[in-house]
């Protein structure tokens, strides 16, 4: 659990934009890890807390879970196999810990902040 937690912590520099985007996607909070867990857009096929867009990130968001849980120190063995749960299923479906695991990751080790360029934030 310590490795799930140490993953999903949001760094200082990213807190307050994060909480920015996050409520404008889907009305979550960071201080409530699963709000907005199963939000899913009726004009896209964006979903989850941070409404990744199905074909983008369906199979490549799962890598960047297991990315990060190896970087915090979780087996290899075993966040291949967080990887490939996660994989079989829709994001919108997943814990609110993985999918800030994967907004994580993506926002800070691969720069993807443009992903949520928007109004707002």
């Given at each position: 659990m310590?490795?799930?937690?140490?993953?999903s912590?949001?760094?200082?520099?990213?807190?307050?934009?994060?909480a920015?985007?996050?409520?404008?996607?889907?009305g979550?909070?960071?201080?409530?890890?699963?709000?907005g867990?199963g939000?899913?857009n009726?004009?896209?096929?964006?979903?989850?807390?941070?409404?990744f867009i199905?074909?983008?990130?369906?199979?490549?968001?799962?890598?960047h879970?297991?990315?990060?849980l190896?970087?915090?120190?979780?087996?290899?063995?075993?966040?291949n196999?967080?990887?490939a749960?996660?994989d079989?299923r829709p994001i919108?479906?997943w814990?609110?810990?993985?999918q800030?695991?994967?907004?994580?990751?993506?926002?800070v080790?691969?720069?993807?902040?443009?992903?949520w360029d928007?109004p707002?934030?």
């Amino acid at each position: 659990m310590l490795v799930l937690r140490r993953a999903s912590t949001f760094p200082p520099s990213i807190r307050g934009k994060a909480a920015c985007v996050l409520s404008r996607e889907s009305g979550g909070s960071l201080d409530r890890r699963q709000s907005g867990v199963g939000a899913r857009n009726p004009g896209s096929s964006a979903q989850g807390r941070w409404q990744f867009i199905n074909n983008k990130w369906q199979h490549s968001l799962p890598w960047h879970v297991r990315d990060r849980l190896v970087t915090f120190g979780m087996p290899k063995a075993q966040a291949n196999k967080v990887r490939a749960f996660l994989d079989k299923r829709p994001i919108y479906k997943w814990n609110g810990w993985w999918q800030d695991i994967g907004f994580i990751e993506t926002v800070v080790e691969r720069d993807g902040w443009h992903h949520w360029d928007g109004p707002g934030c």
